[in-house]
């Protein structure tokens, strides 16, 4: 375990944080644009807090992925070639993440958090009513691939926006209405989390008592937010997307650029 103390109160703020991203993450994915600049802001080094946010993240896309699951929005047999290419790209991303330079993730981090938090802003997504899987053919084999390796590596790399993501190109890929779309990039987040959290265990960068503890609070969180979203649908989703999306553009620029 990397040793870091933090005091009472700022671990008080971390665990408040923790719950609201664990929410967001469940309901429209992109909880850890704001976990990530709440442990760099705390005083955690780049790559320990990637670690322990990782960390923490599994909690929260477990939570999720379990509940969609139980509520047979998920189905693993369909989505197996999405499950080994996310896993293996994550891997790979965080093995790569492990060998940069601290002071190159120092002005890295929060310039990719913003340009995704934008990104996710802008794109525009239509509403789908389909609620159908897709039929199995050799294309979709290779996207899911394609997809899964992807996004698992950015997820090792950096993270941030990751189920916001999957969210997105589910429902641009495979034509999904949003909480289908939900269900998966909860299960392929879970995925890139843990392969991505054993690796920087290997590396020694965790804290396990902010990680735990954050954990916990993201669980919580994740829980509340899944089954919001499942019960409210798209009409509760959609909204809440842009709204929070909006925030952390807004808060993360002026963390990025005016805030030392």
């Not at 492990?98 to 996710?120: D, G, H, Q, R, W």
């Not at 997504?125 to 053919?137: A, C, F, H, R, T």
């Amino acid at each position: 375990m990397t040793e870091f103390v933090l005091d009472p109160s700022s671990l008080m703020i971390l665990g408040l944080v923790g719950l609201i991203a664990g929410f967001i993450d469940a309901v429209v994915g992109g909880g850890g644009m704001l976990t990530v600049p709440a442990l760099l802001s705390a005083g955690l080094p780049p790559h320990l807090t990637l670690g322990t946010n990782k960390l923490s993240a599994s909690f929260a896309s477990g939570a999720a992925a379990y509940t969609y699951f139980r509520k047979k929005l998920f189905d693993p047999i369909f989505w197996k070639q999405s499950f080994y290419s996310t896993l293996i790209g994550a891997c790979i991303g965080t093995i790569m993440v492990n060998y940069i330079s601290t002071e190159f993730l120092n002005k890295f981090l929060p310039l990719i958090i913003l340009v995704v938090a934008l990104y996710t802003l802008f794109s525009r997504v239509k509403e789908i009513d389909n609620d159908k899987l897709p039929e199995k053919s050799v294309r979709l084999t290779a996207i899911q691939r394609l997809q899964g390796f992807i996004l698992g590596f950015y997820d090792g790399v950096s993270g941030p926006g990751t189920g916001a993501f999957w969210v997105i190109s589910n429902m641009h890929l495979y034509r999904l209405n949003i909480l289908l779309s939900s269900g998966v990039a909860k299960a392929m987040n879970f995925t890139s989390n843990i392969t991505a959290l054993a690796t920087f265990i290997y590396f020694g960068q965790v804290n396990w008592f902010i990680g735990l503890t954050m954990g916990i609070c993201l669980m919580l969180g994740a829980f509340i937010g899944a089954h919001s979203a499942i019960h409210f649908g798209a009409k509760f989703i959609r909204p809440l997307f842009i709204i929070i999306v909006l925030a952390m553009a807004i808060n993360l620029g002026y963390s990025a650029w005016f805030s030392q």
